[in-house]
């Protein structure tokens, strides 16, 4: 879609946004295309690359980017620029452009995810999303759920919140960390079915570890017992390739400030075709036909610019690529769980075949605090990092983005050499 079309006739203030100081970016994303090799570890290029599309901060090394996404400069640019458009034109583009950009915008962004548009709806963040599609099943008293210790606090407190409300019945099951194959996650979820089992919530990439969890295969097994499958896809979309359709299940929720890069404040639920008319909304709306999917989005004034930024977010996700991505993401997560797990007393609590987890990883030093490990990391070497509480224990968890370094891991290993 030609977004210069859309916006014609529109007033632009001034260009250079003087109420911030911006480093305009020099470079457009659109110089780099076709220029991606597929070797992950040119770290000339990476370098390159940071320096043309980030503003990485000078006293300190992010390694913390599983909370939201840094934009890339040309992103944050598109998005001071919709602000400013939207707060000049103001009534006259939402009454008049909006409906038509952000049709476009959805269709887009459809197709990047590998769905048809009438199944995509755009939400504020994955929690709002989910809990659509949670809260919107027809729950009946003694229907039992099957969540994982592991999954997202905000998705069990939904369905705890249910339990009261409705007296639905929450099963848990344990994810092995390091699991040796598939069958060992599905026979979990196997021993916890009975014969009122009505759902299962899986996350598709673990937030505590990076586990990447066998969804296509938990929908394959489960959904032919006419069980509903809600997925929980916070951290794996846009992080490595792959179709929200192709998971098999008919709820998946996303945020967009994650790994796709967009400013704060966007998210997607994909609920297949054939099952929309079986959620009842959220928010009120009785406009709609049932088989609508906006139906379920009646939220009231949404942030406009935030959402036309998807566009730019997009543009700079197609021109990467997401395989390139998901190389470059993977090798760095190797680079240093693959030296880290030799550094005495370190234990990596994240498994590590390719197929089993992308940026994301974890760990926790034998006989140390995992706080304190935390609060060292930052006091004495600047890396920043977080702790994550996974069930019965704590560990650090580490993620890099794509602007990082192997050198700022380098960083991080000689500091764990030294804290362990
Ligand atoms: C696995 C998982 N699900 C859902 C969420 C919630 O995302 P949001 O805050 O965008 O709603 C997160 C956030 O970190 C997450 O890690």
């Keep these: 879609m030609d977004r210069r079309k859309v916006l014609k006739g529109l007033s632009l203030g001034m260009a250079s946004l003087p109420f911030l100081s911006v480093k305009a970016s020099q470079v457009h994303i659109s110089e780099y295309k076709n220029q991606f090799d597929s070797n992950p570890a040119d770290e000339k290029f990476w370098k390159k690359f940071r320096r043309d599309f980030y503003d990485v901060p000078k006293d300190f090394i992010n390694l913390e980017n599983g909370y939201f996404g840094v934009q890339p400069k040309p992103v944050y640019e598109a998005y001071l620029k919709n602000i400013e ?6 009534s006259r583009f939402l009454r008049t452009k909006y409906s038509k950009e952000i049709k476009g ?3 887009d962004l459809a197709a990047f995810a590998g769905i048809d548009p009438e199944e995509a709806l755009i939400t504020r963040n994955a929690t709002e999303a989910l809990n659509i599609a949670i ?6 008293e003694g229907d039992e759920v099957i969540l994982s210790g592991q999954d997202y606090f905000s998705m069990i407190e939904a369905f705890e919140m249910l339990e009261i409300q409705k007296g639905i019945k929450i099963k848990r099951v344990k994810i092995p960390l390091t699991p040796s194959d598939d069958e060992e996650i599905l026979s979990q ?10 759902c299962i919530l899986v996350t598709h990439m673990i937030h505590l570890t990076g586990q990447i969890m066998p ?3 938990i929908s394959d097994r489960f959904k032919s017992q006419g069980i509903d499958i809600i997925v929980d896809a916070a951290h794996s979309f846009a992080q490595f390739e792959f179709g929200l359709k192709d998971l098999g299940a008919d709820f998946v929720g ?5 790994w796709f890069g967009n400013p704060l404040g966007a998210g997607l639920l994909y609920v297949n075709k054939n099952r929309i008319k079986d959620l009842t909304p959220l928010f009120g709306d009785s406009g709609r036909e049932k088989d609508d999917i906006r139906r379920l989005g009646h939220f009231g004034t949404l942030s406009v610019p935030t959402l036309l930024t998807i566009a730019d977010a997009l543009e700079f996700n197609q021109t990467v690529t997401l395989p390139v991505k998901e190389n470059r993401l993977r090798y760095l997560q190797n680079y240093w769980t693959s030296r880290a797990k030799d550094i005495p007393n370190v234990v990596i609590t994240t498994p590590t075949q390719e197929d089993r987890s992308c940026a994301i990883a974890s760990f926790k030093i034998e006989g140390k605090e995992t706080k ?14 977080v702790i994550r509480f996974l069930e019965d224990q704590e560990v650090v968890r580490v993620t890099p983005s ?19």
């Design 85 to 90: 458009m939207v707060n000049i034109n103001s």
């Design 105 to 107: 915008i959805v269709a």
């Design 135 to 140: 809260q919107g099943l027809d729950w009946k």
């Design 189 to 198: 979820y196997e021993q916890a079915i009975t014969p009122k089992t009505k």
């Design 215 to 217: 969804v296509k295969k």
């Design 254 to 258: 996303v945020n967009l400030h994650k």
């Design 372 to 385: 304190d490990v935390i609060a060292k990391l930052y006091d004495d070497w600047k890396v920043f990092t």
């Design 402 to 420: 794509l602007y990082n370094l192997t050198s700022e891991l380098d960083t991080l290993l000689k500091a764990l050499k030294s804290i362990a």
